[in-house]
């Protein structure tokens, strides 16, 4: 079974900063890897995803992970924060079946100071 | 093209009663998944419908079901309300099954028990 931790409920980083979240993952299987965000009273919206290609994945808005299976890390980083960026950010971890075996980390909310 | 819609976006019920939720996915979309979310559990996993037939379901009691419509349009059901059903409730659709590719989400139904 899969299973994703994110580590940081709360992250605040100020305007314009390097924002780091962190994703750790187990799966039997080679995973498939994403990062959704949620904004307030909102459904998830897909940021980006790993399906055994690139390493490296880039994203909408900015926002870029990298997969090391070394370290079964999937950190979602971007080089400038900006306040449209304050939101909940969910990593996922899945193993290519069907519904159940999609599995969400709790997920890690991003404040962004001015 | 019209992105997953999910009907009413909020309620309120009492316990003991019965609630039914819609969601209309992505046109070309033929599988459905729900998740419940609350700031306790986190994203949970309900079920997953594909072409009518529900192909996976989560740990919910028997008061949460589900159905899929030739349309792929999905409702679920929640009966006998409890308190602890408050909660956001999220659909998402996908082409064949979201797993590899990832899932698009519609901004959820908001329920309130009281």
């Known amino acids: 079974a899969q299973s994703v931790t994110q580590l940081g409920s709360h992250v605040s980083v100020s305007e314009g900063a390097l924002v780091l979240l962190r994703c750790n993952y187990s799966?039997?299987?080679?995973?498939?890897l994403f990062w959704y965000v949620q904004y307030p009273n909102q459904g998830l919206q897909l940021l980006l995803k790993?399906?055994?290609?690139?390493?490296l994945v880039k994203g909408i808005n900015g926002f870029e992970a990298e997969f090391k299976k070394s370290e079964t890390s999937f950190h979602l980083t971007k080089p400038s924060a900006h306040m449209s960026d304050a939101a909940e950010y969910f990593c996922?971890?899945?193993?290519?079946?069907?519904?159940?075996?999609?599995?969400f980390g709790p997920g890690t909310r991003l404040s962004v100071l001015p | 093209k019209a992105g997953v819609t999910q009907t009413p976006r909020y309620l309120i019920k009492t316990r003991g009663q019965q609630v039914t939720l819609s969601c209309s996915p992505i046109?070309?979309?033929?599988?459905v998944s729900w998740y419940q979310q609350t700031p306790g559990q986190g994203l949970q996993f309900l079920f997953e419908?594909?072409?009518?037939?529900?192909?996976n379901k989560g740990n919910f009691p028997g008061r949460f079901s589900g159905r899929q419509f030739s349309n792929s349009r999905s409702e679920m059901n929640v009966s006998t309300l409890e308190l602890g059903d408050s909660a956001l409730y999220l659909c998402?659709?996908?082409?064949?099954?979201?797993?590899?590719?990832?899932?698009?989400f519609g901004s959820g139904t908001r329920l309130t028990v009281v």
């Open positions: 998402a659709s996908s082409q064949v099954g979201g797993d590899r590719y990832g899932y698009t």
């Open positions: 799966s039997s299987v080679p995973p498939y």
């Open positions: 790993y399906t055994s290609a690139a390493t």
């Open positions: 996922a971890v899945s193993d290519g079946g069907y519904g159940q075996n999609f599995v």
């Open positions: 046109s070309g979309h033929r599988s």
């Open positions: 419908y594909f072409s009518e037939t529900q192909r």
